[in-house]
């Protein structure tokens, strides 16, 4: 129940729609035209990011290959926005211009600091704005057969409406998942903080849950809310200063490829007073690139910082013949 999983079931179905849109009204014969208009804005440097990818994937199969399914959301919208191969209806071309606005504001709320409930109801949104659309386009498309149209409503309709109750049920499944983390959390501090005052530096209550956690974890691992529930329980704990908890939240961020979040916990592991957990840090560093399932990620700048951090702190960090970095000493 990851809500990034989700948000790109969100934008793989509104690609669908699009596409299956775009296939009933452009035009015959349109490849060639699309090519010379892509080509020109390419050599103009125009609005690289959408007509580059086009232009690259034409000139690699060739145009007569180039089919619909190869567009992405922004490609689609431009092509019936600004190329004049595929005439549609004022009313359309507003709920595409609302759809495009909403694709770029949720993309730029993907982050760490965005919470999940919120994006959540961004990518529900979104479907609403989806449903508009598809309803608009049976509305005013006149022009397309009846028949055709219904079929693409009744479709769309319902597959938008499915993926919108998945959402809001694990939005809600997530928010009772949270206020238990919350609770344990809030025990854990209250243990940390009755302990400090008594000179103890064993803390019962964060070595049961956290091992309660971890062994729900090894137990259940293709359960996805445990394992969600499991990763915000140490990232929440890491965030509430529980220094225990950093190493673990590191470790999930590594497995998840969250790189923004792994960097945040990796310098509060290297900041961490008492303990040198540069070996730790390093190890996360690979468990990022390799990933939870084997699928390779390429390093960022800012974990190749950190590993310049760890050389100087006195390491000797080397990489292994895959790139992977390990601590000599």
């Not at 409503?153 to 928010?175: G, H, M």
């Not at 490829?257 to 509060?268: A, V």
Request: glycine fraction near 4%; aromatic fraction near 10%.
């Amino acid at each position: 129940m990851d809500i990034r999983n989700r948000l790109a079931d969100v934008d793989g179905l509104r690609c669908k729609t699009l596409q299956d849109f775009l296939k009933m009204v452009i035009r015959p014969n349109w490849k060639e035209d699309l090519y010379k208009y892509v080509k020109v804005q390419v050599e103009q440097n125009q609005y690289l990011t959408t007509y580059k990818p086009m232009y690259s994937k034409m000139k690699d199969i060739g145009v007569d290959n180039y089919a619909i399914d190869y567009m992405d959301v922004s490609a689609i919208i431009a092509v019936i926005l600004y190329t004049g191969i595929a005439n549609v209806s004022s009313e359309v071309k507003r709920e595409l211009k609302a759809i495009h606005n909403d694709r770029n504001n949720s993309s730029s709320h993907l982050n760490e600091n965005e919470p999940n409930e919120e994006l959540y109801l961004r990518g529900i949104v979104s479907l609403l704005n989806l449903k508009d659309f598809v309803r608009t386009v049976d509305d005013k498309e006149t022009e397309i057969d009846e028949a055709i149209r219904d079929e693409y409503r009744k479709k769309y309709i319902k597959e938008i409406q499915n993926l919108s109750d998945l959402l809001d049920d694990e939005r809600i499944s997530y928010i009772g998942m949270r206020r238990e983390v919350e609770k344990d959390i809030k025990a854990v501090l209250e243990d940390i903080d009755a302990r400090n005052k008594k000179g103890q530096d064993k803390y019962w209550t964060w070595i049961n849950l956290s091992e309660s956690y971890l062994a729900q974890y090894k137990a259940k691992r293709l359960d996805e809310y445990t394992q969600a529930k499991t990763y915000l329980f140490f990232k929440m704990a890491s965030d509430a200063g529980i220094t225990l908890a950093h190493d673990w939240a590191a470790f999930f961020s590594a497995c998840k490829g969250i790189s923004e979040d792994l960097e945040k916990r990796l310098l509060l592991m290297l900041a961490d007073k008492e303990r040198d957990l540069s070996r730790q840090v390093i190890e996360n560093i690979t468990q990022y690139m390799m990933g939870e399932h084997g699928e390779a990620r390429d390093i960022t700048e800012g974990l190749r910082h950190i590993v310049d951090l760890v050389r100087e702190k006195g390491h000797v960090v080397d990489q292994d013949e895959n790139g992977y970095y390990y601590l000599k000493n």
